[in-house]
């Protein structure tokens, strides 16, 4: 099963974000640069505007759905009750934030120390019967912009 940790792009500032932190937005540097792929989001605005671009421009927004277990404070218990719901599925792409991702990547591959970045993309295949994952590769979001912008990645 290959999972594909997508962490939300650039947000509106913490600093000059005004209401509750759960509705901090995307920049509108952060919704070009995430107009790619999805299935799982956080419940967070964020989160889901990142996963509603990528879902769109795979063609599969009718599939995207929020996930509760995807807000901050995700970790292994959640992956696999996530996990076990979709085991049929060659693919899961989850959307949601840091240090949660990053933590649960390193875990999940032996103890590894990471970081994923804000837009950044992450492709763990795990071995369904015996659990053995490995990390594929870890993509800042500087690659993946490279198509569609002229190499700024903005903001937050």
């Known amino acids: 099963m290959r999972l594909l940790f997508l962490r939300h792009g650039s947000a509106e500032s913490r600093e000059t974000w005004t209401e ?3 509705g901090r937005p995307l920049t509108n540097e952060g919704r070009l640069a995430m107009a790619r792929e999805a ?3 956080s419940p967070l605005t964020r989160a889901h505007e990142t996963a509603q671009i990528v879902a769109e421009g ?15 404070g995700f970790g292994p218990t959640e992956l696999g009750a996530i996990l076990d719901e979709h085991r049929g599925a060659k693919t899961v ?3 949601g934030h840091e240090p949660d991702f990053s933590l649960t990547i390193g ?4 103890g590894a120390a990471l970081v994923c970045k804000k837009g950044g993309l992450a492709r763990v295949d795990v071995d369904p019967q015996s659990g053995v994952a490995e990390l594929v590769w870890l993509l800042p979001p500087k690659v993946l912009t490279l198509s569609t912008s002229k190499g700024g990645s903005g903001g937050d």
């Open 20 to 22: 509750v932190d759960d």
């Open 39 to 41: 299935m799982l989001s």
């Open 58 to 72: 795979l063609g599969i927004a009718d599939r995207l759905r929020d996930d509760d277990r995807l807000a901050p």
């Open 93 to 95: 792409m989850l959307v």
């Open 107 to 110: 875990g999940l591959v032996g």
